[in-house]
């Protein structure tokens, strides 16, 4: 393990770092903002531990503000505070369980990766930059479906809108979206590991019941947190609804 490179230090993660070049075809997953680790990153030094952080993820100021959520500070989090151990962002409103900025009074969740997202893009898809809404572009009760994908997105989450054209996408690109959805989702799977594997049992019948029984808990866990989201969703909608029409 001998290496010239000095190690440094993290607190998201009890053991030391050492600088790493990411390329793409490595397929790692960033442990803090849960995208494709690329270019400037840490990598444990512990040869069993597989946990990455960009060296931009590494580097994330412990507090930030947001124009989305004025009245609060939000902390970055390097784990979710909720027992599910996800968390719901609030401007995708995909799942996250790496790094979270969070204000724990409106239990209003952003992912990394959303905090940073520009005021303005062009993307392939319109010949006009977009701006970044903080919700859907109409608040007028009509149901905004994605000029790029089709899908519908749900009022309260962030899109970007040409309002020249109204023209409106998801937050994130979305053309490949099917792609995108198996990383995004797994949560868990950009998470560095203590363990090296799991339990390899066999198939027997003791083992597909507690199977079962593993699997009926998570469900429940997960219509818990959907319960859990939902609920926070419905508070901060009305509150980020103001804030937009102001904006429009
Ligand atoms: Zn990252
Ligand atoms: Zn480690
Ligand atoms: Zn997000
Ligand atoms: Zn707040
Ligand atoms: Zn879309
Ligand atoms: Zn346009």
Sequence with gaps: MASKKPSVRHPSHSHPLRSHKAQVEEEIICSGCELDLTGAAFKCTKSECDYFLHKSCFELPRETRHKAHPDHPLTLLYSPPYESSTYGCNACGEYGSGFVYNCSICQFDLHVGCVSMPESVEREEHAHPLTLLY????????????????????????SYYCKECDFGTHLHSCAEEEEEEPKRGGGGSGRGSESNGGNKGGRGSANSELAAMLEAQREMEKMQIELHLEMQRAKIAKKARKACLKLI
Excluded: K
């Design 135 to 158: 919700c859907s572009p109409y608040q007028n009760g009509l149901i905004f479906h994605c000029n790029v994908c089709e899908e519908t997105v749900p009022d309260h989450l962030w």
